[in-house]
């Protein structure tokens, strides 16, 4: 049987708006994952939210993009500035507002980390997948 495979990708103004324009429950509910709909948004909206406050350019477009291959769903979220890398940091005080976004892309996802591209940088997570409902 061939490897199952589908991908969405998807590009958004550096914009406050786009995080939840980005988020992509409907896609892992489309394709078979409805399990994962919660898992996901938050993943995109947390990559989308690093790649915004982090990556951004004014006229520069950020890309989100989830891709299914066999048994892993990843998401990836190309920005602009590839000298910013992701770097969890510690939350200090309980009511910081900021801080804890890889910390939540780790508890969720298998694995994640920032790709190099000639002209910025791509961060993902990839989450397991079980067999589609």
Do not use: F
Request: no cysteine; proline share 7%.
């Amino acid at each position: 049987m061939d490897e199952l495979t589908r991908h969405d990708v998807r590009n958004y103004p550096p914009r406050q708006d786009s995080v939840p324009a980005a988020r992509a429950a409907w896609l892992a509910v489309a394709w078979g994952y409805p399990d994962l709909a919660g898992d996901v948004t938050l993943l995109t909206s947390e990559l989308t939210t690093n790649a915004l406050l982090h990556g951004s350019l004014r006229d520069r477009h950020l890309r989100v993009g989830l891709h299914l291959a066999g048994a892993v769903l990843r998401i990836e979220v190309t920005d602009p500035k590839g000298e910013r890398r992701p770097e969890p940091r510690a939350v200090v005080a309980d009511d910081e507002q900021y801080g804890r976004g890889l910390q939540i892309v780790n508890a969720l996802s298998e694995r994640w980390g920032a790709s190099d591209r000639v002209v910025g940088k791509t961060e993902w997570a990839e989450l397991a997948l079980r067999p589609p409902v």
